[in-house]
Each structure stands twice: as structure tokens, then as C-alpha cells.
């Protein structure tokens, strides 16, 4: 692990935050909340964990930090979330699938697409149990 | 200024969130909220990413919004939250409220053009070296990573078909890479191409999928995690083009 993941993380994501209009006071947040899910990712995929997991975790935690911002700062949630989880989407597997169609290897293609498709579905799973948790800690008239 | 009335309100707070990417049941329940903080406590909205349809119990006939072009705009999305919150605390008034919709929704409230294409141009390094990529490989990564990214915007504005755009833009940031690779200018392909269509990914969509497929929105869920997936696909049918070249 080292200080150049953190920083570029931060960066990448505060750079996401800009081309989706987050407002200005917003982005280092974004940045934040881009960098701590990367940080986790990358701390269980170095632990040893499968990076489904580690992609699952990581993407629990982005949302549970958004949601947290998104109420001190009375924002949609949205804000922090849409940024915080793009390092996290399985671009290198889904350009190795790619790579593989193209030369017709279509038994190593489907394998790597098999895991970008497994990775989305775990990005997707995290954003889906941080929302059990805000419904289950709601407090009236947050959103 | 004439006769404004609840639904007005409404639909032009819908309508904005809509258009600026907010997920389809935040514009549904802050239709809702607007309606009942006016003293519309039976009002029914039905949203779907195309289209509005809003009816108040009591008060006329429902009336539809068609939603054409929808872009990310979170500034907008928040700026509307926060109205909406001022309308449902009282400190509004129906008047008020319309005349700050209505200003907000011809005030260009996003990030200049050149802004955002530093930023796919910053952002696209960073991903090379957090995918461990060599530090050589960071700017031709940038370079390719904002073109593509403008050549998304400019062929979006002369062709309407967001997928053939998106398309274009990956191929654009593939040709860059491999011909800055060819010149010389950075060592691995690979990386820098992944690196150059970080930009691309339709993150919104995805979030905004799931969220929507949670509230219960199953059609605006499912039709949001296609346009996600053609857009994914686009992406990838670009490089593929090059990869086969």
C-alpha cells in the first residue's frame, strides 16, 4: 500500500466529481470518499481476499460515507456515490475480454467477462446493503 | 405574474431533476413533498427516465411531461433538493418557489466545457498508475483519455445517438493510444487504453440503476441498467476495433 494509490485515487475520483457537476465545495468530499473505497479494496485484495469481496466491501463502504455526507450536508446521495465507486468498476477485465473476442479465444474471453460481470454485480450488491442500512437508521424528513 | 398553480410547481421541479440525472424516485417523491407542503396532501406522480405524469387529486386532469435529452448534472439535482426542503419547511412561497425554478432551470449551472475535459484528461492518468502502470505511461494516457472524451461531446452535439458517440470516443482514445505508442511516446498499450476510457464509464447509470431498482422502480431500474450495459458495449465494441486493427 502505498501513498501514490491513496493520491491518485483522490484525484481520479475529485476529476469524476467535476464532469458530473458535483458543486464545488463537494468535490474534495468526493475525492474522500473515492479514496477510502479504494483504499479498502486495495487492503483486502493485498490481505488475500477475492476481489469480488474486496470490490463488495469497498463499494458498502463508498455508500455508507456517501449516505453519512449526504446527510450532514443535505444533499442527495447520489453526489458522493456516482464518483466514489468508478475506481472500482472492472475496466482492465472488461479491455481483457475484449482483447480475447477479438483474436477469437472466446473460452478465456467468456471466463474474464464472467468475472467484470461478477464484479459489477458486487459493486451493485454493496450500494444495495448500504441502502437496507439507511432504511433500517432512517430518521424523519432525512433523505 | 398570472395564476400559477401546485402542479406547475411540480412538474418544473420534476422536470429539471429529471433532466439533470436524478434517480427517477427522488423526482417522484419530491413532486410528492412539493405537492403536500402546498396543501396537496392526494397527489400522484409517475416517473419513468422519458417521461413525467402528474395528477393532484381533486384539481384537473393529470398532465405528462415528455423528457427528450437528459444529462449529469448534480449541481442542479442538489439545488432543486435543496428548494424543495425550503418549500417543505414553509419558508417558500408558491410564487417564489416557481419563479426560482423557473430560473434555475435556464441558468447553466455546470462546469465550463474545458473543465471538464481537464478533468477526463487528469483522471485518466491517475487510473494508470493506480492500475499499476509506469509512471511513463501516465501522459499519453491523459492525452488519449481527453480526446476521447472531448470527441464524446462534440460527436453527441452533430449525432443524437448517444451510443454511436460513446463508440466514437472509445475509438478515438484508442487510436490515440496506439499511436502515441507507435511514435514512441509511452510503453504499454494496454494501460493506457484503459486508462484513456476510465472517462467513458457510465458510473451515473449504474448507481442510478440500482438505487431505482431498490426503491421498487423496477422499469426505470431495468431500463437504466440497459442503457448502462449499450453503453458498456459501445465502449467495448470501440476498442474492440482497434484491438482488431
Not at chain 2, 421541479?13 to 419530491?30: F, N
Request: charged letters at 15%.
Amino acid at each position: 500500500m502505498d501513498i501514490k494509490q491513496l493520491a491518485m485515487s483522490f484525484i481520479a475520483t475529485a476529476a469524476f466529481g467535476l464532469i458530473f457537476n458535483v458543486p464545488k465545495n463537494l468535490l474534495a468530499h468526493c475525492g474522500f470518499v473515492g479514496m477510502i473505497g479504494w483504499f479498502i479494496y486495495l487492503l483486502l485484495v493485498d490481505y488475500g481476499l477475492d476481489s469480488v469481496f474486496a470490490t463488495f466491501f469497498a463499494a458498502f463502504v463508498v455508500a455508507v460515507g456517501s449516505q453519512l455526507l449526504a446527510r450532514a450536508y443535505k444533499t442527495p446521495m447520489t453526489v458522493f456515490s456516482v464518483s466514489g465507486i468508478i475506481p472500482l468498476v472492472p475496466g482492465g477485465l472488461a479491455y481483457e475480454a475484449m482483447r480475447h473476442v477479438v483474436v477469437n479465444d472466446y473460452n478465456m474471453a467468456i471466463q474474464l467477462a464472467a468475472k467484470a460481470f461478477m464484479l459489477s454485480g458486487a459493486i451493485a450488491m454493496g450500494l444495495v446493503f448500504s441502502e437496507v442500512i439507511n432504511q433500517l437508521t432512517k430518521t424523519k424528513g432525512s433523505r | 405574474m398570472e395564476d400559477i398553480h401546485v402542479a406547475d410547481v411540480c412538474l418544473l421541479a420534476g422536470k429539471i431533476m429529471l433532466q439533470s440525472g436524478a434517480e427517477t424516485y427522488r423526482v417522484e417523491d419530491t413532486m410528492v413533498r412539493i405537492a403536500a407542503a402546498f396543501g396537496m396532501p392526494h397527489s400522484h406522480s409517475y416517473v419513468t427516465p422519458t417521461g413525467i405524469i402528474f395528477a393532484i387529486d381533486g384539481a384537473g386532469p393529470a398532465r405528462l411531461i415528455r423528457i427528450a435529452e437528459r444529462s449529469t448534472d448534480l449541481q442542479k439535482v442538489t439545488l432543486v433538493n435543496s428548494i424543495s426542503r425550503q418549500i417543505s419547511n414553509g419558508e417558500l412561497s408558491l410564487a417564489e418557489a416557481y419563479a426560482q425554478l423557473k430560473q434555475l432551470e435556464n441558468k447553466n449551472v455546470a462546469y465550463p466545457l474545458i473543465w471538464q475535459m481537464i478533468a477526463a484528461f487528469v483522471a485518466s492518468g491517475c487510473f494508470v498508475v493506480m492500475f499499476s502502470g509506469a509512471w511513463s505511461d501516465v501522459l499519453p494516457a491523459c492525452f488519449a483519455g481527453g480526446l476521447g472524451f472531448s470527441g464524446l461531446y462534440y460527436v453527441h452535439r452533430l449525432i443524437k445517438t448517444k451510443f454511436f458517440a460513446e463508440f466514437f470516443a472509445a475509438f478515438l482514445a484508442g487510436v490515440t493510444a496506439v499511436a502515441l505508442v507507435k511514435i514512441g511516446f509511452g510503453s504499454n498499450v494496454d494501460k493506457i487504453i484503459i486508462g484513456s476510457v476510465m472517462p467513458l464509464v457510465p458510473g451515473m447509470l449504474i448507481t442510478n440503476a440500482v438505487r431505482d431498482l431498490m426503491a421498487g422502480h423496477l422499469v426505470a431500474g431495468l431500463s437504466k441498467g440497459a442503457e448502462a450495459f449499450l453503453t458498456a458495449f459501445a465502449i467495448g465494441t470501440g476498442i474492440a476495433v482497434i484491438l482488431a486493427m
